[in-house]
Each structure stands twice: as C-alpha cells, then as structure tokens.
C-alpha cells in the first residue's frame, strides 16, 4: 500500500501535465459540456398558481438579473411585490413589464440600501401600498474582482456597506415592525458560495457574505419564536449582465469556470427563482437558518485534490494503470 501511494504521488507530475495539455485543448474546442444535456434547465414556474395569493414580497435589488427574475415568479404566482434599487427608472421599467404579464401589482420604490432612513422610506411606501411584507429577500448587492493590494479602504467599505449592512439595515426595520405587529415572514438573502470557503480577488464580497450567512443563521435561532424564519441561497455562475460585466469583463473565465461545474453549464434565472419561491413559501415552513448551495457542482467539482483527473482519457488511464502496475513491490 505505502509502495502504491508513493509511486502514484511520483506518477503526480505526469498525470497533471497530460491534464494541462488536454484542459488547453478542450478550453479551445469546447463551449458547453456534451453531458449538459442530462441536466436541462427547466424554465417552468414550480409552484401552484395563486401560492403567493394575499401576500406581499419585499425585494431589494429587484429591478434587474436574479431580483428581477424572483420578482416576476412571485407576482406570476400571485402575490404583490414590491420592488427597490437604487434607480427609478429601471424599477419603473421592471414594474411595468412584470404588471404587464402577471396582472399583479408591482411597486417600484427607490432605495439605496446604504442608507437607513431611505430604507424606512421604501417599507414605509410598502405598508401603505399593501401593509408589512410576508416576505423579505435581500438581493441587493455589490462585487467586482481586484487584487486585495489594489483595494482602496472606499471600495471595500462599499461592498461592505451594501451587502452586509444594507441586508442587516432591510432585515432589523422590517423585522422590527414585524415583531411588533406579531405578524410572521419568511426572510431570504442571497450570498454566494464561497462565503463558506472564502476566495481571493473578491475579498469583500467574501467577507460581507459570511456575514450574511452569520446574520441568517443567527437570526432564525433567536426570532423563530416571533414567526420569522430566515434561509440563504448561496448561488454559483448564473449569468446576467450586471453581475459578469464586473467579474468576467473579457469573457475568457466562464469557460475556465463551466469546467468545474459537474453538471456543465451555467445556473439560470428562474432556476434560482423557483427555490427562492420555495423556501419563502409555507411548503418550506420547517426550514429555517439553512445557506443551500446552488451552483451546479461547482463547490464538489473545486474541492477534491483529484478531480482533475475526469479530464484523462481512457487511453491515458491505460497508461497509467501499467505505470502504477509496474511500480507494485518495489
């Protein structure tokens, strides 16, 4: 056994080269992994019609990419949404395109999270319009990829700012108002998943992320007893505009990416969508202080120190296996 494993450490350099070679070849040929086929993205609405009837969804950063998408779910199965961001006319713009194909009202208030007494604004507007929210999604959210060393202390209070106090400011005024009307609601942030794992060159997303993942889990342990629960998605690569035009600005890493997605493509929209409608609805009433991971595989596919190896082809494994064969009893 000892004889085995080192000869298959000495055999290390070997195998990873042939793998170098063989990953440059496939990152030049390959746009999509044929496997893709067994895992289509389903762009069916999962729940009932009319799940959401009589309930109001409270959704920051909603007016454009993932927000935009749970949005237009949640009216389409019935509930009244309001929806925030920082800019009108794109909220204006949102609202009116969701109105137009659900029949259910959509509430554009601006809001920069950043700012406590706008945000008191915007659920102000919403008790007006349709009373406290049933639901409560923290979207809002802010990234670009840097080296640390180039990290000004502005840029990273930013991110900060925006994702982690701008969630913790949403969260403590409606779940204060809540308490205090004795009303129950189902709280979702939406993180990412390397805020378990930490990554370089986004080192305040990172950060601000735990953050969030801390707060939710912290949170469902102490209000579940006021009828709060609160649950994270950590998403993987879901392509939208805003997002990839600050993290992949050239376009040449999401292929370096798609190669660690097991199942091989990118998430979409309303396959975020329809979890996030699920675990802000009451079949998911025993859920609570949950970060799911929802990235494809990728977070398997990174994490194994021998993962690399799908990337040999079976004439190489025969190599190999004589290789190692012939190492047996020395």
């Not at 990172?206 to 998403?235: D, H, Q």
């Amino acid at each position: 056994m000892m004889a085995c494993t080192r000869s298959c450490l000495e055999l290390r350099p070997v195998v990873f080269s042939m793998i170098g070679r063989q990953f440059s070849k496939s990152t030049e040929i390959c746009a999509s992994r044929p496997h893709a086929k067994y895992f289509p993205a389903n762009g069916t609405t999962m729940l009932p019609p009319e799940t959401f009837a009589g309930k109001t969804a409270f959704i920051t950063g909603g007016g454009t990419g993932l927000g935009k998408g749970m949005a237009t779910i949640l009216s389409r199965l019935g509930a009244q949404t309001v929806i925030t961001s920082r800019r009108i006319d794109v909220l204006e713009k949102a609202a009116e395109e969701i109105q137009k194909e659900t029949n259910n009202k959509v509430l554009p208030v601006a809001a920069d999270v950043r700012d406590a007494e706008a945000v008191a604004s915007a659920v102000d507007a919403c008790v007006s319009e349709f009373g406290l929210p049933n639901i409560i999604i923290n979207n809002a959210a802010g990234n670009f990829i840097s080296p640390s060393e180039r990290l000004s202390p502005n840029a990273w209070k930013t991110i900060i700012d925006i994702v982690l106090n701008g969630s913790a400011t949403v969260t403590l005024d409606i779940g204060k108002r809540l308490i205090e009307a004795k009303q129950g609601a189902a709280f979702l942030s939406i993180t990412t998943v390397y805020a378990e794992t930490g990554s370089g060159f986004v080192v305040p997303s990172a950060a601000a992320k735990a953050g969030v993942n801390a707060m939710t889990k912290s949170l469902a342990a102490e209000w579940g007893r006021y009828g709060l629960r609160f649950n994270c998605i950590a998403p993987g690569p879901i392509e939208t505009k805003g997002a990839f035009s600050r993290l992949d600005p050239t376009g040449a890493f999401k292929e370096i990416m798609m190669d660690h997605i097991t199942v091989g493509r990118l998430g979409e929209v309303n396959e975020l969508a329809n979890l996030a409608t699920y675990l802000v609805s009451d079949y998911s009433n025993w859920m609570t202080g949950e970060v799911i991971d929802f990235d494809g595989g990728e977070t398997v596919g990174r994490s194994g120190e021998f993962n690399d190896l799908k990337k040999v082809t079976p004439e190489q494994w025969d190599m190999m296996e004589k290789m190692i064969r012939s190492t047996k009893g020395s």
